[in-house]
Structures are given as C-alpha cells and as structure tokens.
C-alpha cells in the first residue's frame, strides 16, 4: 500500500465521523458508530468520553463503549486532578501512555484502567470553539506505540466529536431551559389559579376543593386536608377534605388531630415542609390519626404550615396511596402556595367570625325587640315594705358579683323582674339579658333552645340554630321555671356551668361562653332532691345565693303602690284619665290574699281600666269577695293583718325572735320593736 493509502483512509474515516455525527444525535450512539469506523485508522479496544462538569469542576465518565463487561460505568466523577482526562483537559495537550504499567502518575484511578486490560493511552482534548468541553481517548488490550499520525488523528476526530458534543450539551441546556420555563409557568399559572381561590371561595370546603383540583395537574394527590389550630389547645381540627381516589374513607371532617406525633403538627412546629414517604416513615408516628390513615390506604404525604403575619394557623396536606409520590420540589412549591392559602383561611376565618357575629347581633335585636313589645317597660320595682326593701339590699349585693343567683318566690311575684334588676346592676349590663321559661318548652326541644343544633341534627333540624347560652355570651341568661328542666338535661346544664363549655346538638366542636346564670323556681328543690327528681350537685351549683320573693300577702303596704302604678300604666296605654282610686277598693284589695300575687293584681288593675268610664278607677270588687269565699277570710282591720303577718313569720322561723335569720330581721325592725308589737296584739308563743 503507497502512503496516499494511509493518509485517504484517515480522511474516508474522517468523513465516516462526519456522517455518523450527522446521522446521530445521542452520544452513546455516536460513539457506538465511531468504535465500528475508527478501528481500521485507530488501534483501540475503547473509546472514552470525559466531560468537565464546571459546577463542581469534576471530570464525569459520559460514554465508554467496550465490548467486554468494564469495572467502571458511565456517570461516574473524579477530580480533575485524578484522572488522565482532567490532566487533559486542564493543560490542553494529548496524553500518551505506551505501557501503563510503567505510569505512576493518577494513583486513584489506574488500577482500575489497568484491571479493564487496558495496556495503553492516547487521549486528546476535547475543544471547541467557545470553551473547553472536556477529553476523548483511546485505549488498547495491547502494548502499542501511538504515533503522531494517530495522534493528529484523532485530534481531527476530537475536532469534529467537540461539536457534536456541543451542539448536544447547548440541545441539552436548551432542553432543561424549556423544562425550566413550563415548570415556571405552572407555577405562574398555579399561583394565579390560587389567588383566583382566594378571592372567590369564602367558604372552606370550597377553598380547599378548588386549591386541590389547580394542584393535582402540578403535584399530583389523592386527597388534600385542610387542618387549623385549635385556639387555647394543642389539637388542629380537619376543617376541609377533598378526596379524589381513596375507596374508603382515611379522614373524617371535623375530627380533633393532636399537634403531637403528626406531620401536620411537626409541620406547625418546625414552620418547615414535611415529607413522609414509605409506610415505614408514616408509621414513626405514633397518633392514632396517623395509624388510621396507614390502615385505610395512605402510604405517603406532604405537610407544609399556613403562615400569615407570623401567626401559624394551620396546615395543607396532600397525601397519595403511592409510595414516595412526593419530592423536595414539591414540598417547595407547595409551602409557596402555602402563603398564599394561609392568607385566604385567615380572610375566610375572619369572614366567618364576622358573619357569626352578624347573625349573632341580628338575633339579639329580633330577641330584644319581641322583648321590648313583650314588657311594660318597668323602670323600678315598686314597694315601701321592710320585706321588698330587704330582698333589694341583696340584689345590690350579689348583682356586682358572677355568682348564679337562685330567685324563688311564688308564682307571679315578679321573680323574672328580680333577675332583670340584677342584670341592670351588673358588670354584664351593657350586653344581653336573654330568658327562657324551661316550663313552656317541650322537653325534646329544650336542649335545642338552650344550646342550639347544627343542620340536619334531627328530623326538621333543617337549618343551623344558635342556643340561648350562646345568644347570651358575655350577657346574662335567665332561666325560668329551673325546676321543670328534665333529669336527662340538667347533668349537660351543669357541665355549662361549671366549665362554660358545650356543643350543639349534631355538633363535636366544643363552643366557649362567658354568662351569667340567673335561675327561678316556684318549686321547693331540695324536695325535688330528696325525691331524686331533681339532681343535687346542680341544685348546690344554682343555690350560691338564693334570693326569696315575698308574696304579695307579706307586702300588703306596697299593694296600695302597686294598684296606683298599674291604674296609671294601663290609663295611659288605653289613653284613658284615671284621677282617683275609691278609698275602699284600696282597703279591700289590700285585704285580699292575692293567691296569684302581682301578676293577679295586674291582670285585675287592667280588666278595671277597661271597665272604667269615668276618672275614678272601677274594680270589680265581687270577683274578689267570690274567690275569697271558699277560702279563709281575710282579716277585717290594719291590726288583725299586721297581727297575722307577724304570726306568719314567727311560725316560718319556729318563734325565733333574734338573729340575723330571726322574726324581727325578717320583718325589718329590732327585736325590742317586734317584741313590744307581740305584746301589744296578744300574740304568745303556743306552750
């Protein structure tokens, strides 16, 4: 062969890479097509690609195409110190290597050279135009002398490979920018889909669904969790769900979730993403919660903290049924999103809180305008007695105070009229004094009244109700008739008032109140305890202070007040004059025993206004003589009525005369004073 021979090989080969770089795009490939052309230029076993990677200035191993099984593979890194090709690469000159065994230099890397069979070197840099891409070399079973012509050769080919390489490294960056940029405009469009969410969800639920179905096509999920904390507590509470594949059901709505042993909680904790991954990792946490979702399919999932105004609220969840189906780039762009949905569940909370205040005030107003309508506007309570005046000096007592105050009395003695004194005079004055008479609610509906229901709590439950503990919140609520309320209630009754705490009805979450309990009874309860009609423990709760209401016929010198007050009332409602009252209808009313006390003399005051046609008030004293006559006639003179109330109350306190529960405390005068008055209207103790 002439020496043309070699040299136009050399060029054919050369024009065989030309068309293989042409023909290739993929590396691996092309080096697999140069290792077929090459050999009948080139003595070699191997061809080598080393690229230098500038962001942690190492030498990777990108292609090696051999025949034979090799120690090492493609992907790994060396320092550019270590290896042949990094000195290559740094001095920009061949390296020849006729006999490794006599190479000393790279310790590190040549006895794994040396254990693939390699015996010799030549290896030349990789270079473009623009920069320095990395090494290509050669490698042979056998002892052989690269000469120049092989050298110059495959610098050539090094030439040509240099711009393959390039053009596929710039086709790569171009590749991972154009991922990089879709990435981005997901996440553009993520967040605006996010912020459209928040600005047109005002509910939870829907908030939640609408964030789960822009972040499935981004991160996909299963199902996606909403939990809040729970204020003055260490729970959250699971206040949205959207479920998507499970077949049952892991979570629950509504259900407490401690902040301890739960991503969410470590979440909330840390303020940092939480990734669990394989059931292994789910199962280091010991809430049962957790272990429950284990049980019912979840096998990873990703928490991240709702952060607003340096104030964690909550946490989002997403969760799947496969294994590792979360990453770091998840967890980031979902904790981004996470700032945008803490902002939106702080203005649905705070919408939320201003709506339940709204209907709050709302009810008050319908309540205290059927109040207003139901009353005569009484501005004091009228009497000049010892007996009212000392049941008004305990008012003043005990109405500065929280105490429950238990009002007993007969029936129509003005207990309700107490409590509303007591309202008037309290720190609790300038907010509601809400009343409910347990006698006229059917037992079924009374714990819906007293602590309200949520929708669909019972048959015709169909919208939510607020009770009257919480229409009463930081008022007063009085409860009339206490003695009525059912056995079954009084224990959830007790429980309000010794911790200020309740549910509706078809509610578990635990609602706070801060009232005043003012409670009435024409009933004697401590009988009703005896009889185990009515429970102890809340008998002892209401009889902090136990105020008693004297009858009317203990009062019989306020009854000639009261007449004058309802006359003028009633006159002026019914636009009527009313000068005068007939000196012996006042005689006679006051004679009467008023078995229905103020609420019978009212009635009767106002069946008088209308009977009257002139300027002197008209009672109809026959209806009085008639109800008297089957009972015990009243007393004929101002001294047999005084003579008959002392004896009452001498008879009430067993004839003890002294002390701060004696006859003469109870009638407003000293002991000396009653003593002289039994004295004088005969009155001795019966032997």
């Known amino acids: 062969m002439s020496e043309a021979d070699p040299l136009a090989e050399q060029y054919r080969a050369l024009l065989e890479v030309s068309e293989a770089i042409a023909a290739h795009h993929d590396l691996t490939e092309l080096f697999r097509a140069l290792a077929q052309r090459l050999p009948r230029v080139l003595k070699f076993s191997s061809i080598v690609l080393a690229l230098h990677d500038p962001s942690k200035n190492v030498m990777r191993l990108h292609v090696l ?66 920069e320095q891409l990395g090494a290509i070399g050669v490698g042979s079973l056998e002892a052989h002398y690269y000469g120049q012509a092989e050298i110059d050769f495959l610098q050539q080919v090094a030439k040509q490979v240099a711009v393959a390489v390039e053009n596929t490294l710039n086709f790569e960056r171009v590749h991972q920018a154009e991922k990089e940029m879709r990435r981005q405009y997901e996440r553009e469009r993520l967040m605006l889909e996010i912020n459209n969410a928040v600005v047109s969800h005002l509910g939870l639920r829907d908030l939640l669904k609408a964030i789960s179905f822009s972040l499935r096509p981004v991160i996909p999920h299963d199902a996606a969790l909403l939990t809040l904390h729970e204020p003055g507590g ?28 739960t991503p969410e909680g470590q979440a909330i904790a840390s303020r940092q993403p939480v990734l669990v991954g394989p059931v292994v990792d789910l199962t280091r946490f010991s809430s049962p919660w957790v272990l429950h979702a284990v049980r019912n399919g979840v096998r990873s999932g990703c928490a991240v903290p709702l952060i607003t105004h340096n104030r964690t609220v909550g946490a989002l969840s997403v969760v799947s049924a496969h294994e590792n189906a979360f990453g770091e780039a998840d967890a980031v762009l979902l904790s981004q999103c996470g700032k945008q949905i803490a902002i939106a569940v702080e203005n ?39 007996s009212i005046k000392k049941v008004l000096k305990q008012v003043d007592i005990v109405a500065p105070t929280d105490s429950t105050v238990l009002i007993l009395g007969e029936t129509g003695t003005g207990k309700e009229l107490l409590a509303r004194a007591i309202h ?53 609520l009085f409860l009339d008739e206490v003695g009525d309320i059912p056995l079954e209630l009084q224990s959830k009754l007790l429980r309000v008032l010794q911790e200020q705490e309740f549910e509706r009805l078809g509610s578990t979450r635990t609602i706070k109140v801060s009232v ?20 102890s423990d809340l008998y002892y709760r209401l009889n902090v202070f136990p105020l008693t209401v004297p009858a009317l ?40 025993s008023w078995p229905g006390n103020i609420r019978e003399l009212e009635n009767l005051i106002e069946r008088a206004v209308i009977l009257t046609q002139g300027t002197a008030l008209y009672v109809p004293l026959a209806e009085l003589k008639q109800r008297t006559g089957d009972g015990i006639p009243p007393p004929a003179t101002l001294e047999e009525t005084e003579r008959e109330h002392i004896l009452r109350i001498l008879k009430s306190t067993k004839w003890v005369i002294g002390g701060p529960t004696g006859a003469a405390a109870q009638l407003g005068m000293k002991r000396t004073t009653l003593q002289s008055k039994m004295q004088r209207l005969g009155i001795a103790r019966p032997v």
């Open 65 to 130: 195409e051999d025949p034979r099984p090799m120690p090492v593979s493609p992907g790994l890194e060396f320092p550019v110190e270590d290896v042949p090709g990094g000195w290559v690469w740094q001095h920009q000159q061949p390296l020849i290597c006729h006999n490794l065994d006599q190479e000393t230099r790279f310790p590190k890397v040549m006895p794994m050279i040396r254990q693939a069979g390699i015996w010799s070197l030549c290896i030349v840099p990789l270079t473009s135009a623009r």
């Open 234 to 261: 260490d729970q959250l509470r699971l206040h949205a769900l959207d479920l998507h594949m499970f077949g049952t059901v892991p979570f629950e709505e509504g259900v407490l979730i401690s902040l301890h042993d």
């Open 348 to 386: 649905v909370l705070a919408y939320q809180e201003i709506a339940t205040l709204k209907d709050k005030l709302n009810k008050e107003k319908l309540y205290l305008e059927g109040e207003i309508r139901s009353e005569l506007n009484f501005e004091e309570i009228i009497g000049e007695s010892s």
């Open 424 to 476: 008037d005079r309290s720190k609790r004055r300038e907010r509601t004094f809400v009343k409910l008479n347990c006698a006229a609610i059917p037992t079924g509906l009374l714990e819906s009244e007293l602590f309200g229901h949520e929708r669909g709590a019972f048959t015709g439950a169909i919208a939510t109700k607020v009770g009257r503990f919480e229409l009463a919140d930081g008022g007063t």
């Open 516 to 535: 005043r309990l003012l409670a009435a009874t024409n009933r004697d309860l401590a009988d009703m305890v005896e009889n185990k009609l009515f429970r």
């Open 553 to 592: 016929r203990d009062r019989r010198q306020d009854i000639p007040l009261l007449v004058r007050y309802f006359a003028q009332q009633l006159a002026r409602r019914m636009d009527k004059t009313i000068d005068t009252i007939p000196t012996e209808t006042l005689t006679a009313l006051s004679r009467y």
